[in-house]
């Protein structure tokens, strides 16, 4: 009976885990401390529990555990693919990472059905419906859409603004891979591997010319940056809120007005197509996740 709220509730769980009580400095320190990658995982353990606390009981708590296991194991395979496939881009295994403990959380959904509201949660439904009677019509249908809909505007906010930063350091990536790839093809002979120096230089010159917007932004106040990014989160909101409304069409008026904010800059072909990118994974991630939310809400 509860099986799709207890399911809702994990996923908001593992949302705010990921994107908020974990810091930047906490995902770049787990990536070489397992200890630290332990207290990640057990954040999770913790903020599942208070989450899910109207239906405590001990085969919760234990699914729970289990999922929490998982989270580390997922995570610290992300982590090693990470450092054995570097030519592969990051938005890769960040993608493979969420979908992985998504799914693991339906997978246990089979073991949530036996349970129920312990006596805590039956008494706050009682004052509930005995204070607020218009809570009565409310189905658990309704429970799980606003629990959904809130996780997908967090995810938004913060998980939407990482894709996109990941999807930002592609080209980087791209050219990073090509010269590797090009430096294994020249070391047959000592002429070749004295030319990979200068090959390299070459490419690193052709990625300064093409990520040159790097150095055009670090000139900007971090105050612009930021502002940068409210931007994209609004964007990636409303864009959400259209689709899920049904207003598709106005997305286009959305598009059009932060490009006109930035008309004059796209003089500049290294700005256009950082914009571009930026603004076309931005779109899609508010796409991806009002079509996930719309059509395939659990």
């Known amino acids: 009976m509860y099986t799709k709220i207890i399911i ?3 996923i908001l769980s593992h949302i705010f885990n990921d994107f908020y009580i974990q810091n930047d400095e906490m995902s770049i320190t787990k990536r070489r401390n397992l200890k630290i990658l332990w207290k990640h995982s057990l954040l999770f353990f913790v903020s599942a529990l208070i989450i899910t606390i109207p239906f405590i009981c001990i085969y919760l708590i234990f699914y729970i555990f289990i999922i929490t296991i998982s989270h580390f194991f997922i995570d610290y395979l992300k982590i090693c693919c990470d450092k054995s496939f570097k030519k592969v881009p990051s938005i890769i295994f960040f993608i493979i990472d969420q979908v992985l403990h998504i799914m693991f959380i339906f997978a246990m959904s089979p073991s949530f059905r036996s349970i129920s509201l312990n006596y805590m949660g039956q008494r706050a439904a009682t004052w509930l419906y005995e204070s607020y009677p218009e809570l009565g019509t409310i189905a658990g249908a309704d429970i799980v859409y606003a629990i959904l809909f809130v996780s997908c505007i967090l995810f938004l906010i913060n998980g939407g603004t990482v894709a996109v930063k990941l999807v930002l350091k592609l080209p980087k990536q791209l050219i990073y891979g090509q010269a590797v790839k090009s430096n294994k093809s020249m070391k ?3 002429a070749k591997l004295r030319s990979i120096p200068q090959k390299t230089a070459q490419e690193m010159a052709a990625a300064n010319q093409t990520c040159s917007h790097k150095a055009e932004f670090s000139n900007l106040d971090k105050s612009q940056y930021k502002y ?3 931007i994209g ?3 990636r ?14 997305i286009a008026f959305v598009i059009a007005a932060k490009s006109i904010a930035r008309f004059k800059q796209f003089e500049t072909n290294d ?17 991806i996740c009002a079509c996930i939310f719309k059509y395939g809400i659990i």
């Open 188 to 190: 047959g002979t000592a």
């Open 228 to 230: 940068g990014e409210v």
């Open 271 to 287: 700005f256009s197509d950082y914009y571009l990118v930026g603004t076309l994974s931005s779109s899609l991630i508010a796409i």
């Open 237 to 250: 909101i409303i864009i959400f809120l259209l689709i899920i409304s049904g207003h598709y069409e106005s």
């Open 8 to 10: 809702s509730l994990l």
């Open 233 to 235: 989160i609004l964007e």
